[in-house]
């Protein structure tokens, strides 16, 4: 629901929950490399959810667990180890944000950001610290928060019973019955999400900061044109997600495992439990 909701730091508390997620799954795992399975069946569940975008969540889930599992790989499932997934999670979800903004816009988004520096410092006499220092306090705050809620769940080593109860209920599943839409009406779908005021708040006001600092409008014209062309590629293919196809490869490749946990969360839970 947080993903769909406007709720300052949500990425902060959505980073740690799955921190803590996955630390709770993999304490119940033989093998806890296969933790990593959890945020993949994750990504594609929300896929397929009607609320709010879909590519920020799924590229956060999905690139968050890699790095979950990746620094518990390495340094074992330890203290050490927790504590750097999730100082990893917490990052990512503080950095993912200027990532893609970087991706659609490129090196102006940096120059922006230098103009608008130099114009306040110029008008208020203030000092201003650099990008970097910027982003690596920012980084580092959201990290070490998301660490400190991992560890702490590391170390109670069982769920609080309020949440066990809800788990052995059971979620209620999504109802898809739908046929993955074809590549045609899956760009037509990418295209629609170019209208969304989120995509061209942040590419406008770059644009905007641009020609104030005294670059021509062909500049402006190339920072939307990029923004639509490479925004347009991956929201189509966002959109494009066939969950059928997902499980076939997950049991071609003998990971019936997570295919068979996909394949559960897909059919409401009536149906999962059958009639009585």
């Not at 999400?193 to 641009?210: H, K």
């Amino acid at each position: 629901a947080l993903h769909g909701a406007r709720v300052p730091l949500r990425g902060l508390a959505l980073s740690s929950t799955q921190a803590v997620v996955m630390t709770y799954a993999g304490e119940g795992l033989g093998n806890r490399t296969r933790v990593v399975w959890v945020p993949f069946i994750a990504a594609g569940l929300k896929a397929l959810s009607p609320a709010g975008n879909r590519l920020r969540p799924m590229l956060a889930i999905t690139v968050q667990g890699l790095l979950f599992g990746g620094a518990t790989r390495v340094l074992g499932w330890n203290g050490a180890g927790i504590l750097a997934a999730g100082f990893l999670v917490g990052a990512w979800a503080a950095a993912q944000g200027l990532v893609l903004q970087y991706l659609l816009i490129g090196s102006d988004l940096l120059r922006a950001y230098d103009a608008g520096v130099g114009w306040i410092a110029e008008r208020w006499a203030v000092s201003i610290p650099g990008i970097a220092t910027v982003l690596g306090v920012w980084i580092a705050l959201w990290g070490c928060t998301a660490a400190a809620v991992t560890w702490l769940a590391w170390r109670r080593r069982s769920l609080p019973a309020r949440v066990q109860a809800m788990l052995e209920r059971g979620a209620a599943g999504i109802r898809w019955r739908e046929s993955p839409p074809a590549w045609r009406r899956a760009a037509a779908l990418g295209l629609r999400d170019l209208t969304r005021p989120v995509f061209w708040a942040p590419v406008g006001l770059v644009a905007a900061i641009v020609l104030a600092a005294g670059s021509p409008w062909e500049r402006a014209f190339w920072i939307g044109a990029r923004a639509i062309a490479l925004g347009w590629v991956i929201f189509s293919l966002a959109r494009a997600f066939n969950p059928r196809a997902f499980i076939a490869w997950l049991r071609g490749r003998g990971h019936w495992g997570p295919a068979v946990a996909f394949s559960r969360a897909l059919r409401p839970h009536a149906e999962r439990r059958g009639p009585r």
